[in-house]
């Protein structure tokens, strides 16, 4: 009985959504509320979009550049490299290499200028395991020939400093000494050795602007490490089981380490843009919801022209209850059209985003990773809009349907 007279509900709804009004009025007043959560809808869609396509972007950009694994201390800033720690990793059929980094902030001179920079110590070989040599813009990745060091520089540091590679002027980079404290002559409480620039790398990120490459000897004699890293970077096979692995790794440098994927080494990052993307998501389904009250004008003015079928539908013995469902799907067929409608031209203008590049970022002309405003679409994007847009509809339908209710049995 109870799914008869749902379904009878959904039928005598459905009909009053198609038929034509009495009253023009409340045609023209259910299509402002289709077209207000269509709107909305399709708001939605394009911007929850374009942040998964910027997120990609981003996420491509530091993962070129992080390694798949990094092993570092929990407290502490240095460690003695344990060899039979780094034989058990390496053994692992996943791993492609592990590597020795030191890094640290230095205080870098060229000429004029200056600027803090993290200068990272890597071994020869570091470049090539990598692929980092895909993201030079200028000169080569040479970190060391003839006892000669060299330096790979970020597009931010170079830019920062002016530095020409044609040149024959070496950078001077400061670091504090970790024995000898000089107060009375600040100049000597530092350690200065001396880089070539041979090239500078992009990736894109916030990278660009802090980092610079050597070489693990130059590193160590800066910042007096004998035998010390900071990190140990793992590389591993493609399309390998990062949690698994990472797992295994955990388990042999024990409680004193820290084991991060890509992500995690960006942790900052990655919430920051999520949460940017939960905050318009939250804005815009506030402004789905300021639409979806057009309901209430649409359903007061329908119970106003039904008030006639509701009357005889109480004559054959209808519930309370049966009426204010009838009203309620109506109110939720509206947004549902709307929110249906809204999400297909949501997926048709991201498409065409995605496909023709239509949109460009600052008018094509500035100097960016790409010229337009990437778009990458989401199933699990869908259903969410989808489910808020039935929940606000439903919350939104219930009030006028309940008042109608109220006043037929007060009668």
Excluded: W
Excluded at 199 to 207: D, E, I, L
Aim: aromatic share 10%; net charge positive.
């Amino acid at each position: 009985m109870k799914k008869f007279q749902f379904k009878t509900a959904i039928f005598i709804a459905l009909r009053y959504l198609f038929s034509r009004k009495k009253h023009n009025m409340v045609n023209i007043i259910s299509i402002i509320s289709s077209v207000g959560i269509m709107a909305g809808t399709t708001a939605l869609i394009i911007v929850l979009s374009v942040f998964n396509g910027m997120e990609k972007l981003i996420t491509g950009s530091v993962n070129s550049f992080n390694p798949d694994l990094q092993i570092s201390l929990k407290e502490g800033k240095s460690f003695s490299i344990d060899y039979a720690l780094v034989k058990q990793v390496s053994e692992l059929e996943e791993v492609v290499a592990v590597h020795e980094v030191v890094s640290d902030m230095v205080l870098l001179n060229y000429g004029d200028r200056q600027s803090l920079v993290r200068l990272k110590g890597v071994s020869v070989d570091y470049p090539d395991v990598l692929q980092l040599d895909s993201l030079l813009i200028d000169g080569n990745f040479t970190l060391q020939t003839n006892q000669i060091d060299y330096a790979v520089l970020g597009a931010g540091v170079a830019g920062v400093l002016q530095v020409n590679l044609n040149s024959s002027q070496m950078m001077k980079c400061y670091y504090p000494r970790r024995t000898k404290k000089h107060l009375i002559n600040p100049t000597e409480a530092f350690n200065t050795r001396f880089l070539v620039p041979s090239g500078v790398f992009a990736s894109y990120s916030h990278y660009d602007e802090e980092f610079l490459f050597c070489s693990l000897g130059f590193a160590r004699s800066l910042m007096e490490y004998e035998g010390e890293v900071t990190s140990l970077e793992v590389k591993l096979v493609d399309k390998a089981n990062i949690p698994r692995v990472k797992n295994k790794i955990a388990q042999f440098a024990g409680p004193r380490f820290h084991v991060k994927d890509q992500y995690e080494q960006e942790e900052i990052l990655f919430k920051t843009i999520k949460n940017e993307k939960l905050v318009v998501f939250l804005i815009l389904s506030f402004i789905l919801l300021m639409a979806a009250f057009n309901i209430v004008g649409t359903l007061g003015m329908l119970i106003i022209e039904k008030k006639e079928d509701v009357e005889v539908l109480k004559i054959l013995g209808a519930s309370d209850k049966f009426i204010y469902r009838i009203f309620v799907m109506e109110g939720m067929f509206v947004s549902f059209v709307g929110g249906v409608l809204g999400m297909l031209l949501g997926f048709i203008v991201c498409f065409i985003q995605q496909t023709f590049h239509l949109i460009k970022i600052g008018g094509g002309t500035g100097n960016y990773i790409i010229n337009y405003y990437p778009v990458q679409m989401s199933g699990i994007d869908f259903l969410i809009v989808l489910l808020t847009v039935v929940i606000i509809s439903y919350l939104a339908s219930r009030l006028p349907s309940g008042k109608v209710t109220r006043l037929i049995s007060a009668k």
